[in-house]
């Protein structure tokens, strides 16, 4: 059974497309204690950034023309859009993962391989649309569909838009895990307050997904002020990865399955390509994936 990590943060601007990219592509990638994984990206944001990272450009455009993408997990026809209304089916039963996902990296294993299922900006429809009656059939849709995706994959990992939404919802009920990337800088701290109680507000009785987070475009060396005041605090700081993602250019490149640190021959990339290492590192131990 797999393991679901969402990727998210109220705040925007936080590089939680790098975080989910990156991570997603060393599980896969290379082994970490003693193993890679078969990882499986969801891109749940309208802007679809994380798609755009891997995706051709004529590959993605034959994928949103098939209705390949997130928007066929919650509507049963993606054709029926309205930016007042969403037209929820009745229909509970998503597409299955392999009709949609897109294969990015494969090797010979079963568990060296990396797949994203896109997102459209048409998923705008449905962050605006006003519901007329319940929201169950979407909820299930993506339930089910995560149910499916944990049994064929060893990590799912959710990157979501940065908004409260039937995503945010159907996103942290179906996690294990939530990631939160941080820039330490001003207003951090209310980003994370504002995170844990989207998390704390969608659990399920006692149940609901852990929170880990993650400090990204640090300084490359030294410790900000921001970083300190919210390790020093008492909630939050036995969820913060001990290890940081740094500021390095070549995590801003990626583009078309391209320009990845692993790929890169930028100046500093191999010291990019460690930092990363690390923290994917400290990611496999600490979720025990």
């Not at 003693?34 to 950034?49: E, T």
């Not at 149910?147 to 179906?174: M, W, Y």
Request: aromatic share 8%; proline share 6%.
């Amino acid at each position: 059974m797999g393991t679901v990590i969402t990727v998210m943060n109220m705040k925007g601007g936080v590089g939680k497309t790098t975080v989910a990219a990156h991570i997603g592509g060393m599980l896969a990638r290379y082994a970490h204690n003693g193993k890679r994984r078969s990882v499986l990206l969801i891109d749940y944001d309208p802007q679809f950034n994380l798609s755009q990272s891997f995706i051709p450009a004529d590959d993605y455009e034959a994928a949103e023309k098939d209705r390949k993408t997130v928007l066929a997990v919650l509507l049963d026809d993606p054709r029926k859009l309205d930016p007042f209304r969403l037209h929820v089916s009745a229909n509970e039963q998503p597409p299955s993962v392999s009709t949609l996902e897109y294969s990015i990296y494969k090797k010979t294993q079963i568990h060296e391989r990396l797949s994203i299922i896109p997102s459209t900006i048409d998923l705008m429809y449905v962050a605006l649309g006003e519901a007329t009656g319940s929201t169950r059939p979407i909820e299930q849709r993506f339930k089910k569909f995560v149910c499916e995706a944990r049994e064929l994959f060893d990590v799912v990992i959710v990157d979501c838009h940065p908004a409260g939404s039937i995503f945010t919802k159907t996103a942290l009920q179906n996690s294990d895990h939530v990631i939160i990337p941080v820039v330490p800088e001003g207003y951090s701290v209310r980003g994370i307050g504002l995170m844990m109680k989207f998390i704390d507000a969608q659990k399920i009785g006692v149940a609901g997904p852990t929170p880990h987070i993650l400090f990204n475009r640090v300084p490359t060396n030294g410790l900000s002020v921001q970083e300190n005041q919210i390790r020093a605090n008492a909630r939050y700081a036995p969820h913060c990865f001990t290890r940081t993602l740094k500021k390095y250019s070549v995590f801003a490149d990626p583009r078309e399955g391209r320009g990845f640190a692993w790929h890169s021959g930028k100046p500093w990339s191999t010291t990019a390509f460690h930092n990363l290492n690390n923290v994917t590192e400290e990611v496999v131990t600490r979720l025990k994936i």
